[in-house]
């Protein structure tokens, strides 16, 4: 069974039709490595094993009578704890909802259920998913498999670190602040933050929350682009309630080869400078690709303010983040926003913003539209923007107090919270990317990059990523859980 332990979906999926191996073959061999090693990662910390067995049973009958349960037959697999899967808890790492138990499911995983897939249960999460690590005090601290005392990333750590451990076979998370895209970059596996709106995140809120959430989406994480993909076949779509009115239908990529793509690379920014191993790996693949034929540009870059594009972003994240919060809190909230950056001017800005005061939102709302347009014609251009998601590989727990956090970039600090740059400047213009494993750094840590690409264009930003693999290799398990 070691051939299956870290095989992408995709490929376990095949093998199961070719009967070569079953489903509850692959269920028990998960759940045996989730008893023995993850005692240490702590990734799979919600668990459903008898109920995932007799799925698996069930997916095997139904294959024996020639009978399709749909594209993932048969594939266990977990998600992240933060969507509601009946009969189990959904905490967000709150300990006051510790007791919430789910009366329903997810649509993700109504969608992922449907196509046949069975889950074995969720992964960890940090306090109220606001976190670049992922711990609480309901479940304890997640570890990355490529080194235990270091973070697997946040909020979909445990996501990753189930993935990279070889824990599961799928997985969904959730991303507003690079909550995807980190935890892939950190643990060497690849994540997609799809468009804004294409993903239903139904079920994916505390309790009473049904509105979409604003710039938030939700999507998979994977050991390989395809099951991107498939995973993207699976889940997206309108929310129940809009599905009368309306129907997705996403572009399909057409470019076969490297050389056909236009890229443009921003390997660090003044704003959120990254480590050298991180902006020379995007810079030398930038030149591998010019050298494969790619059209490739160093300076190419939107026609938008980045300063007001951060200021907007934080403004619209922490109105989604601080709604529902006591006075207090979001007092404390403002105060983290303020300290998010060095310019005086965009911290007073933000420290004086309300989220409380809609016409204010709708300043920022106005703007966020006008970035979307800005985007939009720099994606006239060029296919895909490749940079960084973070500026360091995988950092060292820290669970002090959020705003005392400093994290070194090449020996400099830098704020903790100035991490989010990159992932806002993406997020806010509601752009699909794509972060994908490039190998490891200097320090032996895996480093990931965004693909980005133009709203809507999920399909090639992730098809980008799979011919990348085939040229440079993908996903590579960590040594100790080969």
């Known amino acids: 069974m070691t051939d299956y332990v870290f095989a992408s979906a995709t490929d376990l999926i095949a093998a199961m039709k070719k009967k070569e191996v079953s489903s509850v073959e692959l269920t028990d061999m998960y759940i045996d490595r989730i008893e023995k090693f993850d005692g240490e990662i702590n990734a799979v910390v919600v668990r459903d094993f008898d109920g995932a067995r007799l799925a698996a049973r ?23 704890e933060a969507y509601d899967m009946a009969g189990l808890p959904t905490t967000w790492g709150v300990p006051e909802l510790r007791d919430n138990i789910a009366s329903t499911d997810s ?11 069975h889950f074995m249960g969720k992964t960890n999460v940090p306090l109220n998913l606001g976190d670049f690590q992922s711990f609480n005090e309901i479940y304890g ?19 990753s670190a189930a993935l990279a451990g070889g824990l599961t076979g799928l997985e969904a998370g959730s991303d507003i602040g690079g909550s995807i895209r980190n935890p892939a970059h950190f643990c060497g ?13 139904e079920g994916h809120a505390p309790p009473g929350g049904v509105a979409p959430a604003d710039i938030a989406v939700v999507g998979p994480l994977a050991r390989s682009a395809e099951d991107l993909a498939l995973s993207m076949d699976v889940v997206a779509g309108a929310r129940d309630i809009d599905r009368p009115g309306w ?15 236009r890229i443009a690379v921003w390997p660090t920014d003044e704003r959120a400078p990254v480590s050298r191993d991180i902006a020379d ?3 030398s693949l930038a030149d591998q690709l010019a050298k494969l034929g790619a059209n490739v540009s160093d300076t190419a870059r939107p026609d938008i303010d980045l300063d007001q594009s951060f200021v907007t972003y934080n403004s619209l994240l922490w109105g989604v983040l601080a709604a529902g919060l006591p006075e207090e809190e979001k007092a404390r909230n403002r105060e983290i926003r303020a300290n998010q950056s060095g310019d005086a001017g965009i911290a ?29 014609a720099f994606f006239e251009d060029w296919d895909i923007l490749l940079c960084p998601q973070m500026a360091t590989t995988a950092f060292p727990h820290d669970q002090g107090e959020y705003l005392g956090r400093k994290l070194k970039v090449d020996n400099e600090e830098q704020d903790y919270f100035q991490q989010i740059f990159w992932a806002g400047t993406i997020t806010v213009g509601h752009l699909p990317s794509t972060v994908f494993p490039t190998g490891p750094g ?32 993908g996903f590579v398990p960590p040594p100790q859980y080969r």
């Open 442 to 473: 200097s320090d032996g840590l895996p480093i990931g990059l965004q693909a980005v690409g133009r709203e809507f264009n999920d399909y090639l930003t992730i098809d980008f990523t799979r011919l990348m693999a085939q040229e440079f290799g």
């Open 247 to 261: 129907q997705l239908n996403l572009p399909r990529p057409t470019k076969t080869k490297l050389s056909e793509f």
């Open 348 to 376: 007073g800005q933000l420290a004086h913003f309300s989220v409380q005061e809609h016409a204010e939102w709708a300043l920022h709302n106005n703007h966020r539209h006008i970035l979307r347009q800005a985007w939009a």
């Open 281 to 283: 790996r995007a810079q």
């Open 189 to 201: 596996v690849y994540g997609h933050k799809p468009t804004w709106g294409v993903v239903s995140d």
């Open 141 to 159: 601290t997640t570890n990355n498999p490529w080194d235990l005392t270091r973070v697997p990333g946040g909020s979909s750590g445990g996501s």
């Open 107 to 117: 649509a993700t995983v109504q969608r992922l259920r449907a196509a046949g897939a």
């Open 58 to 80: 069930e997916a095997d009958a139904a294959l024996a009578k020639g009978q399709s349960l749909g594209v993932m037959h048969g594939l266990p697999m977990t998600v992240k």
